[in-house]
Nanobody, 127 residues
């Protein structure tokens, strides 16, 4: 049974930093891409960052230069380091991975590719 559990979300002041964690079980994380999505109230879920199973990373334009995705395959955990947080970053943050078959080096910020999701963690940046 594949499980993803996010943690680390909280209220943080504008300009602050936060690191989210995603603990993954039921799969060998090293073989899978991992992605972070977020969903603000009344908005569609959007991809913010993904990490391939071969070392690559990709970011959406609105978080590039501020967010960094990483993964520790030995700990089966992925992370999202968020810096210079803004009120527009307020959302529930989800981690996700794909159902097989998996392509080497694949990474997508399109939600429909992902079949396994965590329950989300709330990040709030007040205006």
């Amino acid at each position: 049974q594949v499980q993803l559990v996010e943690s680390g979300g909280e209220l943080v002041q504008p300009g602050g930093s936060l690191r989210l964690s995603c603990a993954v079980s039921g799969i060998t994380l090293a073989n899978y891409p991992i992605a972070w999505f977020r969903q603000a109230p009344g908005k569609e879920r959007e991809g913010v960052a993904c990490a391939t199973n071969s070392g690559g990373t990709y970011y959406s334009d609105n978080v590039k230069e501020r967010f960094a995705i990483s993964r520790d395959n030995a700990k089966s955990t992925a992370y999202l380091q968020m810096n210079d947080l803004k009120p527009d970053d307020t959302a529930i943050y989800f981690c996700a991975t794909v159902r097989p078959p998996i392509r080497l080096g694949e990474c997508s910020l399109t939600r429909y590719r992902y079949g396994f999701w965590g329950q989300g963690t709330q990040v709030t940046v007040p205006s």
